[in-house]
């Protein structure tokens, strides 16, 4: 059974940094892609940041520049360092898996949550201005 469990979340100033981390248990993350999505209350879940299993990554318009995704397959991890945040990042924060892909992911295919057949339990993000 494949588990995610994020870490790394808390409260920050704005302009300040957060290095989010998403552990993951079982024997197909090599074979994923990864990715970090975003929840604010009265809000549908938004996609934040990509990463297929070449490496490539992607990210949405709003945290480009600012947010960096990462993985590391020796250690079964992904993470999401997050630069210059603001309030507007306030949310809980998700990992998650995809099943079974290419070596190369789309960017629309790593947006989509219906890519993903396991999540994390989420990580709380709280910016103060």
């Known amino acids: 059974q494949v588990q995610l469990v994020e870490s790394g979340g808390g409260l920050v100033q704005a302009g300040g940094s957060l290095r989010l981390s998403c552990a993951a248990s079982g024997r197909t993350f090599r074979d994923a892609a990864m990715g970090w999505f975003r929840q604010t209350p009265g809000k549908e879940r938004e996609f934040v940041a990509g990463?297929?299993?070449?490496?490539?990554?992607f990210y949405a318009d709003s945290v480009k520049g600012r947010f960096i995704i990462s993985r590391d397959n020796t250690k079964n991890t992904v993470s999401l360092q997050m630069n210059s945040l603001k309030p507007g990042d306030s949310a809980v924060y998700f990992c998650g898996k995809t099943r079974r892909v290419a070596f190369f992911a789309t960017r629309d295919y790593l947006a989509a949550q219906n890519s993903y057949d396991t999540w994390g339990q989420g990580t709380q993000v709280t910016v103060s201005s």
């Open positions: 990463i297929d299993r070449s490496g490539g990554t």
